[in-house]
């Protein structure tokens, strides 16, 4: 084990190893296939932008913003800041290619890494991934329940179990619901100044709904007393909210109202929601969204409404465990073709070759292993079958074809190989 701290991965980092990248893939996979039914398109912005679109969008009273970006000055002396989020980048993005000119909508994925100074503990990391989805330019109540839905199905269809995962909903109001609210809140929390955590006390002047978020125990105690949201919604916002649960009422899909859902990044208005797995601990959010309408006026644009989710790729690959979820991951080679004798390196070499110009998953021995060896490598490969080359089948131009599954072997044409193998793997 190296002990110099340079030859490790910096701390709340980790190498994505083959077995972890492969699960990723997989993830992404899945949300591709599945995000493409709901018309969605990928987009890729930089990882890292100037540090203002963060402070704009996220706002300056966020942890995020506050405490936990990771921000430079660049060689041309520009505050840089990796991106902490998708959101704020993929909106920019918008604004600035006219996405959402003249009244269109765009539908956009992402999918990457995302870096916040936090304090790594299990499912909480500084570089973490993250995949993404954002609809912009929409605002009716219908869009807030398609994505919530998505975001849904896509836990189903990677396999975290319905019963498992808790949909979290909660309207943040709007513009013209919320400032009053705030002052409520902000009242309520210099009430109860002293009892609060010092943070939370500071927040009564810079950030009230923060302290809904608060973990310290007493403080979660004397925010459950705090003026609710939800019961002075403006009449807008209050139809918006009961129109997005009616639609999740009718797709079946079941969410837990909470209050005091406030979530950590400032830009939302009207829906949020987040789905919490179980056996996760303290970090159990896979994933979390909400309602952006007037994010891209932030950046200078024009009023334009905007919805999406995020989900956590390491939360999600922790909830699958703890579900006893095995995330099915393709073999590494569907077949190995291993060589009796070293003299038949060569036609071992162009057998498996040909392998892979039909199609196939096939590797080969380039380490001069001993047949047993060979075995044991495809095994490790997973592969179902071994083709052995032989000198003395070779004279026939044959190759006998062994299934890893039953153990049959059979003595197969070399020409015939392809069109053989790809039957058996049902291709
Ligand atoms: P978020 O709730 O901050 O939302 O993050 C989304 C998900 O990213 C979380 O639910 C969690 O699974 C994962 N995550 C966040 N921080 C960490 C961390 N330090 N380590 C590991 N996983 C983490 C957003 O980022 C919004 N941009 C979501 C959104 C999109 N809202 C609208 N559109």
Redesign the pocket.
């Given at each position: 084990m190296a002990t110099d701290p340079s030859a490790r991965a910096p701390k709340g980092t980790v190498d994505m190893l083959p077995a972890t990248a492969r699960v990723w893939e997989h993830l992404l996979r899945t949300a591709e296939d599945l995000f493409a039914l709901y018309g969605y398109e990928p987009i890729y912005t930089p990882i890292f932008e100037h540090t203002d679109v963060f402070v704009r969008g996220i706002g300056e009273a966020t942890d995020?913003v506050g405490k936990e970006m990771y921000t430079f000055e660049d060689k041309g002396g520009r505050s840089i800041t990796l991106r902490?989020?998708?959101?704020?980048s993929v909106v920019r993005a918008a604004l600035e290619h006219s996405l959402t000119a003249n009244g269109q909508s765009t539908k956009l994925y992402y999918a990457g890494p995302?870096f916040?100074y936090?304090r790594p503990q299990a499912?909480?990391?500084?570089q973490?991934w993250?995949i993404?989805?954002?609809a912009i330019g929409m605002a009716e109540p219908s869009l807030d329940a398609e994505v919530i839905a998505l975001m849904v199905r896509f836990f189903e269809e990677v396999g975290v179990p319905r019963g498992r995962m808790r949909l979290l909903l909660n309207s943040m109001g709007d513009e013209e619901c919320r400032p009053a609210y705030r002052a409520r809140v902000a009242a309520f929390i210099r009430e109860h100044a002293g009892v609060l955590c010092e943070e939370c006390d500071r927040r009564a002047d810079t950030n009230p709904l923060r302290a809904f978020d608060c973990k310290n125990e007493a403080c979660r105690e004397v925010m459950s007393g705090a003026p609710l949201l939800c019961d002075e919604l403006c009449e807008p916002c209050a139809t918006h909210y009961a129109a997005v649960k009616a639609y999740l009422d009718h797709l079946g899909i079941a969410y837990e109202e909470d209050p005091s859902l406030v979530?950590?990044?400032d830009y939302?208005t009207r829906t949020v929601f987040?789905?919490q797995a179980e056996g996760l601990g303290a970090?159990n959010?896979?994933?979390?969204?909400?309602r952006?309408d007037r994010l891209m006026q932030e950046y200078g644009g024009p009023p334009t409404p905007g919805?999406?989710?995020?989900?956590?790729?390491?939360?999600?690959v922790l909830a699958l465990a703890a579900a006893g979820v095995e995330v099915p991951v393709p073999a590494v080679a569907e077949v190995f073709v291993a060589r009796a004798v070293a003299e038949v390196a060569g036609d071992a070499f162009l057998i498996c070759d040909a392998l892979r110009c039909s199609g196939i998953a096939a590797e080969t021995d380039h380490q001069a292993r001993s047949l047993k060896s060979q075995f044991k490598l495809a095994d490790r490969l997973g592969a179902r079958y071994v083709v052995v080359v032989g000198p003395d089948e070779l004279v026939t131009g044959q190759v006998t074809l062994r299934d890893m599954g039953t153990s049959n072997e059979e003595r197969v044409e070399l020409g015939d190989l392809p069109t053989i193998v790809l039957d058996r793997l049902g291709r």
């Open positions: 995020i902490p989020e998708g959101t704020a995302m916040r936090e499912g909480r990391l500084r973490f993250q993404g989805v954002e979530r950590g990044l939302y987040e789905i970090q959010a896979i994933g979390g969204g909400g952006y919805l999406g989710f995020a989900l956590g790729f390491e939360r999600t």
